[in-house]
């Protein structure tokens, strides 16, 4: 690609001013400003001042689904149409930038993951995405070393499924032997913690599970480490001081140019408060953020934003407030999601429910009622089943136009489950890549329940706008592995989990992109690339709708562009 490199002819050999004679004489080219509910723009720009040109760029839009080229008038979309249509609307000063007949797809929305929180860590922590118990041991180790004795040492991104067995107490006790240890599923509900960390937050081999939490146990009854939930949380509470304004600022930053480096230019951060939302801001402020976030509010912290006037939607295309968020029970990945059957060869268990109905609609009650659209963290059919019935209940008895409420993840669903979703208008929000990154899990939850986990197909075929994430850092924030999981259903070992759900590329893309935008409430702004939307876009190095999906890995972004600016170049 050359910025402002000259014009290259294109359209298969035919002398260009005929193309665009043509092309402008019939059906001619979409503009912002003449076309439909664009109006709003036609104040602002008169004439594009860069031109994209020479690519596959597919729009995502409802009138042309490919076209050559965009003329671009500050961060928006200008106009869409052919090569040659686009350079001749170009005003001689504007930049040109040949796109040397790559694909171009809107940018990736990532529609539940937790970045602040990730790019926090990513600065302060021990980062554990290692296959081997003795590597995790030697750099819980080393960072021990540099820890004073009796400090906490936090590992995250550690992930039980991908060691030959669990971590254990007994291998943070050699580790770590004076320090509290405390190690973070990468799915952020449950942990592993040593001896001193358990002396430390008072539990003894006769304390009981606190409420909606569990201590595991060993063969022989005593505490082996690994612990769920509340019990978890109660230990990180302990170890993990509060990040100050500057590491949000700093962790947010970090985050939105790794995202951008993967050709993800929005996402919806899952579990914010207004700590977060100001590392947003100031990260925004400073000119170093590189994506656009969408922040849930958990529910301890809405009211005082609700008190000063504050619901879902307030802020701008760069930082908006997004929904209350409620927890009903655990995770797919770390086995906790509460279940109707058992897991499979785990006895009689279940999973954890984190609040009981009655706590939900309380909740849910309150944050409806103020005008927030609600986020409610359910994996299990059970859980979804409680919370879609708190939903269903708080429409009948207060209808309200369009709350879109959503169920985050919403991951096992039966037939009758995906109809009262419909009925709702409730917005499903599924792991994206989980059948692939997270395969090994699956025998937990067997054949037969995958056929209704992860249910894209069902979803779309129902005409739900499901909006998938990765949850990072649950999984990785990698639109090219969740397309790879949602088109094949293959994990990374070859095995074949619920085939009758895949979805085919263009279907995945759509759903994170313009999906990802309508759970938003920002379809009117961004997810497509069509005249009057923000320029978010991603030029790949491979094209993605021609290649064998079993492939997809090796695609790179080889530029990001967001609101008309490159944020991202290979
Ligand atoms: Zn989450």
Redesign the pocket.
């Known amino acids: 690609m050359q910025p402002g490199g000259a014009p290259a002819p294109s359209c298969g050999g035919v002398p260009r001013n005929k193309v665009v004679k043509r092309g402008l004489s019939r059906r001619s080219f979409l503009v912002a400003g003449l076309g439909a509910g664009t109006a709003a723009l036609a104040g602002w720009a008169t004439r594009p001042d860069s031109v994209l040109f020479n690519g596959k760029i597919l729009t995502m839009g409802s009138r042309e689904r490919e076209v050559e080229a965009l003329a671009l008038a500050g961060s928006r979309v200008f106009a869409i149409g052919t090569s040659s249509e686009m350079l001749a609307l170009a005003p001689r000063r504007a930049r040109r930038v040949d796109l040397g007949g790559r694909r171009v797809t809107p940018g990736f929305n990532d529609a539940?993951?937790?970045p602040c929180d990730s790019g926090v860590a990513l600065l302060t922590q021990v980062a554990l995405e290692m296959d081997s118990i003795e590597a995790i041991k030697a750099a819980i180790h080393a960072k021990a070393a540099a820890t004073a004795p009796g400090g906490w040492v936090v590992g995250f991104l550690y992930d039980d499924t991908k060691t030959p067995r669990s971590l254990e107490r007994s291998d943070l006790d050699a580790a770590a032997p004076d320090h509290p240890v405390v190690v973070q599923h990468r799915g952020?509900h449950t942990a592993f913690v040593n001896s001193r960390a358990l002396a430390l937050a008072g539990v003894t081999e006769s304390s009981p599970d606190p409420a909606h939490g569990e201590y595991f146990r060993g063969a022989a009854g005593q505490h082996n480490g690994r612990v769920a939930e509340k019990a978890a949380e109660a230990i990180l509470t302990l170890a993990v001081k509060p990040p100050s304004r500057e590491d949000y600022r700093r962790g947010a930053a970090l985050i939105a140019k790794q995202f951008a480096s993967r050709g993800i230019t929005s996402a919806c951060e899952?579990?914010g408060n207004p700590a977060i939302l100001q590392g947003y801001q100031d990260a925004r402020d400073g000119g170093e953020l590189a994506g656009r976030f969408y922040t849930h509010i958990d529910f301890a912290e809405f009211e005082k934003m609700s008190d000063a006037g504050v619901h879902t939607g307030f802020g701008d295309e760069w930082v908006r407030v997004g929904a209350v968020k409620l927890f009903a029970d655990g995770s797919i990945s770390e086995r906790t999601a509460l279940l109707s059957e058992p897991y499979a060869g785990l006895g009689d268990y279940r999973g954890i429910s984190r609040a009981s109905r009655e706590t939900l609609y309380e909740q849910a009650r309150k944050a409806y009622l103020a005008g927030w659209q609600i986020g409610t963290?359910a994996n299990g059919d059970v859980a979804i089943d409680t919370i879609l019935g708190v939903y269903e209940q708080l429409q009948r008895e207060s209808p309200r136009r369009d709350p879109r409420l959503r169920i985050?993840?919403c991951t096992l669903v039966t037939p009758e489950l995906v109809r009262r979703i419909r009925a709702a208008g409730v917005i499903p929000l599924p792991f994206a890549g989980y059948v692939y990154f997270h395969g090994e899990k699956m025998p937990y939850y067997g054949e037969e329940r995958l056929k209704h986990m992860f249910a894209m197909r069902d979803f779309l075929d129902a005409g739900i706008k499901a909006a998938p994430g990765s949850?990072y850092t649950?999984s990785p924030a990698e639109p090219m592995l969740w397309l790879r999981s949602e088109v094949t259903r293959t994990d990374a070992r070859g095995r074949t989990w619920g085939a009758n759900q895949r979805i085919s590329v263009e279907e995945a893309i759509r759903c994170s992109t313009v999906n990802g935008a309508y759970a938003s409430f920002e379809e009117g702004i961004k997810g497509t690339l069509e005249p009057g939307q923000l320029a978010d876009l991603v030029v790949w190095d491979h094209d993605l709708l021609t290649m064998d999906p079993a492939s997809f890995l090796t695609v790179k972004p080889e530029r990001t562009m967001l609101g008309g600016r490159w944020v991202f170049e290979a």
Request: charged residues 25%.
């Open positions: 539940h993951s937790h952020g899952a579990d963290h985050e993840h949850d649950a």
